[in-house]
């Protein structure tokens, strides 16, 4: 299976194929309004602006598995970020990433990239996973890793 074959609510709740980013590169995050990473939302909209025009994509699925650092519904979820970080990449309905009601789009994920030690669990919010253009999930990046530093990867897979 690739991401394509996974389908995920947006946040106004309509079902969406991942089918529909065929053919782009794509930067999966797990995010979070309240974590310390949270400003990382500024770097993800500017990456995605830079990029989107080239075939790039931030998708964006919040979660609450982490110290209940995403409390809110949907509608707070929308506009927490875009008032505070003008984020116009797609985001998502929150969802586990971890354990057994893990969306099977993190499953997938985290199967196809392991984190430290051949982990297959999600460490934190703001995990980063790096899709190429075939779908394949090429390399997981921890919450540390700061968006604006993974440009020169997505810019080399923007070039293939």
Not at 41 to 67: M, T, W
Not at 70 to 99: A, H, R, W
Not at 135 to 144: C, D, E, H, N, S
Request: with cysteine.
């Amino acid at each position: 299976m690739s991401i394509y074959d996974y389908q995920a609510n947006t946040l106004r709740g309509n079902e969406e194929s991942l089918s529909k980013y065929e053919g782009k590169v794509l930067l999966i995050v797990n995010t979070a309004s309240k974590c310390g990473f949270t400003p990382q939302y500024k770097g993800l909209q500017e990456v995605y602006d830079k990029f989107k025009d080239r075939g790039f994509e931030v998708l964006g699925f919040p979660s609450n598995q982490f110290a209940s650092q995403e409390p809110g519904n949907s509608d707070e979820i929308e506009e927490f970020c875009q008032l505070n970080y003008g984020v116009t990449f797609p985001m998502y309905e929150k969802i586990d990433v971890n354990g057994d009601n893990a969306h099977p789009l993190f499953k997938h994920l985290t199967k196809e990239a392991p984190g430290a030690l051949g982990s297959k669990r999600v460490k934190w919010n703001f995990t980063k996973f790096l899709v190429d253009r075939e779908g394949r999930v090429l390399k997981r990046f921890a919450p540390t890793t700061t968006p604006e530093s993974l440009q020169d990867e997505i810019q080399a897979l923007l070039d293939k």
